[in-house]
């Protein structure tokens, strides 16, 4: 059984940043890619970045390539989102999610955490 924690959200004014984590236990990290992902009330779940097993590759959505970035540190078990430049569209609930292969699908993914709300105002 693999558990993932969200932490880092909250209220950031447009402009602003974010560091948004997602600790990883139950398992060793290094055996999943994680992915987060958001949903915005009355909308679907939707990708926003990925990242492989040991970091070598990583998947952004094109709506936070560029402000975002995904990191990982398996020896502490941890999977970062850095946001930057942060838009009242990006406000949502955050996701990380573990799964066998990096992919763009939540389909694909196993595990996933309860959430973090992240409210960016104008």
């Known amino acids: 059984q693999v558990q993932l924690v969200e932490s880092g959200g909250g209220l950031v004014q447009a402009g602003g940043s974010l560091r948004l984590s997602c600790v990883v236990s139950?398992?060793?990290?290094?055996?999943?890619?994680i992915g987060w992902f958001r949903q915005a009330p009355g909308k679907e779940r939707e990708f926003v970045a990925a990242?492989?097993?040991?970091?070598?590759?990583?998947y952004y959505a094109d709506s936070v390539k560029g402000r975002f970035t995904i990191s990982r540190d398996n020896a502490k078990n941890t999977v970062p989102l850095q946001m930057n430049s942060l838009k009242p569209e990006d406000t949502a609930v955050y996701y990380c999610?573990?799964?066998?292969?990096?992919?763009?699908?939540?389909?694909?993914?196993?595990?996933w955490g309860q959430g973090t709300l992240v409210t960016v105002s104008s």
């Open positions: 999610a573990a799964a066998w292969l990096i992919s763009t699908n939540n389909e694909r993914y196993n595990y």
């Open positions: 990242i492989n097993w040991n970091g070598g590759n990583t």
């Open positions: 139950g398992r060793t990290l290094s055996s999943y890619a």
